[in-house]
DNA sequence: GATGAATGAGGCTTCATTCAT
DNA sequence: CATGAATGAAGCCTCATTCAT
């Protein structure tokens, strides 16, 4: 995994593989059947493991708010500059090419996470938490800050640091109203 | 531009590019260094001509929301679906083993479109149109979803079609207040 | 080398050596790192050979001429006329663009080669075999007509042949004095 | 000339040579069927003007050993350590590729250069100044430490630098007998 | 005559894959 | 099961040569 994070796909080799995980060239091939089927099961391999945390309820006592923040910000810690954004990135990089792993992680991740989301903000909006009704339609609206800081942290963090937490607070107050408005 | 864009820099063959430009393999070494840097160059060209669009700004005459409307409509409508959307997944793909790149995305681009986009918050906060006073610090608040749309219209529309101009709506109703909330 | 030598550096191709190895191409490459430094490695491992050859002492019985004889009739032998004889025609040639090759011969060959004869010639002079005391300091003087021969045996052979051994005599007079003036 | 004498013939750039001539590659296609013909005339036309200087007769007056140092000297200072001295080695190196270059050079300079050289030493019999009556079948000791001087300064200088001129002057004192032996 | 952009064959090198041990 | 030497297809790049201007 590390190998095609660091370089992508076509420019990984089999031999930094090999070393890394401490056997022989042939061996891979013991176990898969090829690069291309050795990417898609290892970036499988890679994600399962995050999907259950994704899909794992929070704690459901207090407010809608507090609990999309919590989980905003796991998501924020286990992903944002760690090897995970550059996996989330390595997938945004492959997936056109790779088909199988895009489908796949629409099915485990994407949609998961924003039915999740979606009953989140159902929930919100019948308690009056959230007054947009139509936000229910677009849970992607309530993710994608947390997408942009990924990419962010990945990309630009050296040109301009992003306070990732801080636009959380910023993004919550708007959806949610402002904590303080007093 | 198409080849790269198709299939990553690594993957992607000078043969088929001289091919594709009508001109035999050498005489791209007339025109470019080395593979790298015809990479680099064409990244850069294919930018430079939308610098323009995004820094011009909107017709100052009706509201800020107005303008903000416009202007994520027409980024919508030029990226989002189109080949430039691919171009926006290459730079997130090669990013990292392009430092240049980057540089040259985020000196050209991103640090532009946040600037023009942080005027206008700061007019629109002025004017009593957007009542959150933090959003000014965040930019990237406002253009999230769109590049959230971008990415998934690259990646995900076979899985689940995204009407991005909606999903615009609905976040400018979060943003400056729904707009007939009666 | 045969490769190397028949074409020289720049125009020998590594399909033509991998062929008379009978090897593929790549295996040359678990072999050497490059091209050039295949060429300087074996132009090493076949000068290695050869320096003990130069560096052992003649048998210590007669006299310094016939010491001298042996060692010099030895190296026509061994040198001229032979596929050596283009080895030390090929380092001439590309010495220059391989300073490493040139450095290497001149520690490993010349250097010793011209202590050797060195020695001889002082102990000539002791003994008063040789009169000519500057002699000493020039061994260049020895060996240069072999070095002539080796290069007119690869190079103008066809057009007047050569008969090494009888200048070497005439050679041995001038600096013995002749073995019968009478 | 200095183009192939800096790199050898299989290195020397077409581009290179038309830029140091200060005309356009097509240019040089008027001029030379290709690049082997034209190799093959720029070595004949540098080697010319030279043939002269060898073959002109040294002033008769003195000695043999004068006109022999006289000759000598000439050839060291104007080959060795110049960039003659490279076009031997050019010779050398490319002669066995290049036999029309080889013919042209034996019958042009070394045939000419060793037929002169056998007079002077016939002439020198004849007055008594060289008793080795040998010496006449094998003009090329007269002329090996000349090489090897050309050559070694080619090579060899950086390692140990050699005086040529006090070389020579052994040399001659071999043949000729020493100066002042009192 | 002169140019130099264009060509494309050919060379060096890499690397996924195989297979005898 | 594991190895890693060997393979050879394929990619990048160079450069002698051509030819329309």
Redesign the interface.
Known sequence: MDEFIA?????TRLDDIARRAGVAKGTIYLHFKDKESMFEELIRTAIVPFVSRLTTPPAPGGSVRDMVEALAKMFLQEVAGTRRA?LV?LI??????FPAI??FY??EV??RGLAAMRALIQLAITRGEI??P??V??P??M???M???V??K???ER??P?DAE??L???L???FG?RRPQ
Chains 1, 2, 3, 4 share one sequence.
């Open positions: 370089r992508g796909f076509a420019a550059d990135r945004i990089a492959e997936g056109p090419r895009a489908d629409y099915r994407v949609s007054r947009e139509n936000l339609a677009y992607q609206l993710i994608a800050p997408m942009v800081a990419l962010w990945s990309l630009f040109h301009a992003l801080a636009m607070q910023t993004h107050d708007l959806i402002a």
